[in-house]
């Protein structure tokens, strides 16, 4: 393991926090740096909450006011605002934050998105013998950020794992050559070089 991360425990880096696991690791990009998208979700949630919940009550208050059953278009006007507010709030929570897996063990990385509450929906599985390289994309302009990307068999364009600054994603492409194969980190290197400048990887 690098001397930057810590042996046991969480690391804490500017771009994202590191966790040893038995076999591998776990590294989360920082809440810290997605504030617009943060308050984003928290304002989709809330607008898909008010549209599911807010006819139900709605219905429920004239049900007790008058005691008879409204019109059946006023029905389907709040069944469809419920429809659209759950649409909404899955939409929303579906997650904005990179988190990504590595576990020798299984022969796994894992990809996935994660929300403010630290769930995801989506887990993106990849076997160690389906990668064909890993390696860094720099950045284009001075505000956007590296990624680390991995190149899969199968698949037109390569698999964002995590974003961040330059040297810490250097960094832990570094780590990920030397725990998924330590007798071939040159090699895993060499690739590095070959594939740095590509453009258009997917989350």
Request: aromatic content about 8%.
């Amino acid at each position: 393991m690098n001397t930057v991360f810590k042996p046991q425990g969480e690391t804490q880096l500017s771009s994202y926090s590191f966790s040893p696991t038995k076999g591998g690791f776990v590294a989360k990009e920082r809440l810290e740096r997605f504030r617009a998208e943060a308050f984003t979700e928290i304002a989709l949630r809330s607008v898909g909450i008010i549209l599911t919940v807010g006819p139900v009550f709605f219905l429920v208050a004239m049900i007790s006011m008058t005691g008879v059953l409204p019109e059946a278009s006023a029905l389907i006007a709040s069944a469809m605002s419920s429809v659209v507010g759950l649409l909404i709030y899955a939409y929303g929570s579906r997650g904005f934050r990179r988190q990504m897996s590595l576990d020798t063990h299984d022969g796994q990385v894992s990809v996935t998105k994660i929300n403010l509450n630290g769930n995801t929906r989506i887990d993106y599985r990849i076997d160690k013998n389906d990668i064909q390289s890993i390696y860094v994309q720099r950045p284009g302009s001075d505000r956007d950020t590296a990624r680390l990307c991995l190149r899969v068999k199968g698949r037109n364009w390569p698999v964002v794992l995590i974003s961040g600054g330059v040297h810490e994603v250097r960094l832990l492409h570094r780590v990920f050559c030397d725990t998924i194969a330590p007798k071939q980190n040159s090699r895993c290197q060499g690739r590095t070089q070959k594939d740095r400048h590509s453009r258009g990887a997917v989350a």
